[in-house]
């Protein structure tokens, strides 16, 4: 096996120079905050002899709702082929849904899993709709998504979705088959060193060449996905590997010395984050997708209510705080909204928890938030300081975090001691007022995207799941939708990754199969992953799919009305010789693409029949649903601060800048 973690010892070949020297750091295990206690021993470890009644290690859950009971199906100690002992040890850390497409190098994995009762194998079409189902499922679960492909062009195909994993810090296991052993590095048939594409995209991978090392690694897999800070782990795995005998036994003992996730915040970095923030008299609580994964959002609300700092929430941290809430002031960012914006601009402390200054929400870095402190929580300390200094830097799990702070801030408000904060709630109130989110009913009459969203949000509800693709779509569906409660928004936020959308509703959908689930698309995306409605159709996962169907590649066609100059260079998806029909992509009809798939399909191009078009697709529940909404061509995404300038000079509609009210410090 190549160990391919940062610090990580042990036996095995000597790994290639590519393996070790030009590496990046990986997460979690690379640096330790000086300020850290030492570290605290790694999660649930798995002791090496093997119990009568074997424990099952349980994967923690990030998000959404509690464990289903897990089955254990597989003998504890028995004789076993390398793919049995596969397929064991995937039931015995609880997968029970592998997405996935056989091929030479991992058909033997496929022999054993067709015996297996506890793991549902889902054949999809394209492996990057099992990368993203994967992704969906963990987004709607908080478990770990687990997809499956041979070797070469199948593993080379779930490239992109590992790499959106990566970006999004979502917990998935790619197994791929790996061509025999032998013949590694020959340029066999299908070979691709996958293990070595990886490395800048998985938290980490392993390549097993031993049958006896498959149980250990795909427990050390599962264990490295989701604990910590979550991630993609890619394990590969040698065709010969898998068909050679070996002794299977449960438990396994974990083999990764260098991991040690600090998860306890230090006591003292509390107490000063406490400090600064009863000193502070315009502070903002800038909320990341961490507090989702770390499932903490009922202690947010807690800290919020009992400090009444305003909060916004970003892109993937949306549904982490109630929009409905009076303290929440929207997403921030380059489309967030004036009043989460203006609030970050003019903070004079920041208490950002699980989020990681992207640029998307600094805009330009040297500007973003001048006057104010920084109190940064992360369970990854190699993203405190990454973009912007912290004051005071925290490494920890947010919800453990929040819960300290909780404790700390209570004691001293037990003491009488209430900051100020009225005049700061006030201005932020003044700006949400003044420049709310928005939107402008095409002239002709035609339907605008917006508010299709907005009526998919309303008439679904807030318990129902909204998985987008992305471009324009994507910023309405995160800015139109209320969202209420964690997990129920799954969005590709780090990588934006066309495509997205279908495949990880499905995945949703499978793991939350009570759950209504929208995916909100856009006429381009759709194009690029559409074939899983044939996956939908006939393992009979019902999705409800909303194309916002506005015959372009929408958010780049904005980029180009507003910087190029309305040259449309390639952005058009309709024939431009077409003039009756301006817009909409007609080819491929997607209603007639929607029933050859076995799904229902929908047209609606009229405002008045919007509502009907979304109680008939939520009336049906037997088979997946397609909604082609026909837009407006020319809707842009507002507000906007363009990429590369200062938050200072976004625009909440073209050419109009807020009034910060003489507020400028
Ligand atoms: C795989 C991939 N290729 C290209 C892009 C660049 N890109 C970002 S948004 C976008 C347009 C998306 O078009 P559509 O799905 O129709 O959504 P719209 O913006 O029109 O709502 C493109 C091409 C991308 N994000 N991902
Ligand atoms: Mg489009």
């Known amino acids: 096996m190549t160990e391919q973690m940062t610090g990580r010892k042990g036996p095995g070949p000597a790994p290639s120079p590519r393996d070790m020297a030009a590496r990046p750091p990986h997460r979690d295990g690379g640096r330790t905050a000086a300020d850290q206690p030492p570290a605290a021993p790694a999660g649930p470890q798995v002791s090496q002899a093997p119990a009568v009644t074997p424990p ?76 993203h189902a994967a992704t969906g499922y963990a987004q709607a679960t908080g478990r770990v998504g687990v997809c499956m492909a041979t070797s070469g062009p199948g593993a080379t195909n779930l490239v992109t979705p590992i790499a959106d994993a990566f970006l999004d810090s979502v917990p998935i296991v790619a197994i791929t088959g790996q061509i ?199 369970i990854d300390p190699a993203e405190i ?16 975090v929040i819960a300290d702070l909780i404790a700390v801030i209570r004691a001293d408000r037990e003491q009488g001691h209430r900051p100020d904060l009225e005049g700061w709630q006030a201005q932020v109130d003044s700006w949400r007022t003044t420049y709310p989110l928005g939107y402008d009913a095409p002239a002709d009459g035609s339907l605008a995207p917006q508010y299709v969203i907005e009526r998919i949000g309303k008439i679904a509800g807030p318990e129902a799941l909204y998985v987008a693709g992305v471009g324009q779509h994507q910023m309405w569906a995160a800015q139109f939708i209320d969202y209420e409660h964690p997990g129920t928004w799954i969005n590709s936020g780090g990588l934006g990754t066309m495509g997205f959308a279908v ?71 309709h024939p431009t010789d077409e003039p009756k029909r301006p817009t909409g992509t007609r080819v491929p009809d997607f209603v007639k693409l929607a029933e050859a798939y076995g799904c229902e399909g929908i047209r609606c191009e009229e405002p008045g029949d919007v509502d009907k078009a979304i109680e008939r697709a939520m009336a049906i529940d037997d088979r997946p649903v397609v909604v082609d909404f026909v837009v407006h061509k020319d809707a842009m995404v507002w507000p906007m601060v363009a990429a590369g300038t200062s938050n200072n000079d976004i625009k909440f509609a073209r050419g109009m800048a807020p009034d910060w009210g003489g507020s400028n410090d």
């Open 56 to 131: 099952i290690v349980t994967v923690p859950a990030v998000t959404g709702p509690a464990e289903p009971p897990r089955v254990a199906a597989s003998p504890a100690t028995t004789r076993a082929t390398g793919a049995q002992a596969l397929v064991y040890a995937l039931e015995r850390v609880g997968a029970d849904v592998v997405f996935g497409i056989p091929g030479g190098a991992i058909l033997p994995a496929y022999d054993p899993l067709l015996d297996s009762k506890a793991i549902r194998h889902i054949l999809v079409r394209h492996e990057q709709g099992a990368g």
């Open 180 to 378: 025999p052993s032998n013949l590694i590095g020959t340029d066999g048939f299908q070979e691709a060193d996958i293990s070595g594409i990886t490395i800048p995209i998985t938290k980490h991978n392993f390549l097993v060449t031993k049958a006896g090392d498959i149980a250990r690694t795909i427990g050390e897999a599962f264990h490295v996905a989701s604990t910590g800070r979550p991630g993609p782990v890619l394990v590969d795995i040698a065709k010969d590997a898998m068909q050679a005998t070996t002794e299977f036994s449960w438990p396994v003992a974990f083999d990764l010395p260098g991991y040690h996730p600090v998860t306890r915040p230090h006591a003292r970095q509390v107490r000063e984050a406490a400090r600064l923030i009863s000193e502070a008299r315009r502070p903002v609580l800038y909320v990341g997708g961490g507090v989702i994964k770390a499932r903490a959002s009922a202690q947010l609300r807690e800290l919020a209510e009992l400090t009444g700092i305003p909060v916004v929430t970003t892109l993937m941290a949306r549904g982490a705080f109630p929009d409905k809430h009076p303290q929440h002031l929207g997403m921030p960012g380059m489309h967030g909204t004036v009043a989460a914006v203006g609030a970050l601009q003019k903070a004079d402390l920041l208490i950002a928890l699980g989020t990681r200054f992207d640029d998307r929400v600094t805009g330009k870095l040297d500007t973003f938030a001048p006057g104010a402190l920084i109190v940064h929580a992360d």
């Open 385 to 400: 300081s990454k973009n912007r200094r912290a004051d005071v830097p925290i490494v920890g799990d947010c919800r453990e």
């Open 503 to 573: 495949p990880a509703a499905m995945g949703a959908k499978v793991g939350r199969p009570d759950a209504t689930v929208w995916a909100i698309d856009g006429d381009g995306c759709f194009q690029m992953t559409n074939q899983e409605l044939a996956t939908c159709s006939i393992e009979g996962i019902p999705i409800k799919v909303a194309i916002i169907n506005n015959g372009s590649l929408g958010m780049v066609r904005q980029w180009q009305t507003l910087f190029y100059n309305e040259r449309y260079s390639n952005t058009d998806l």
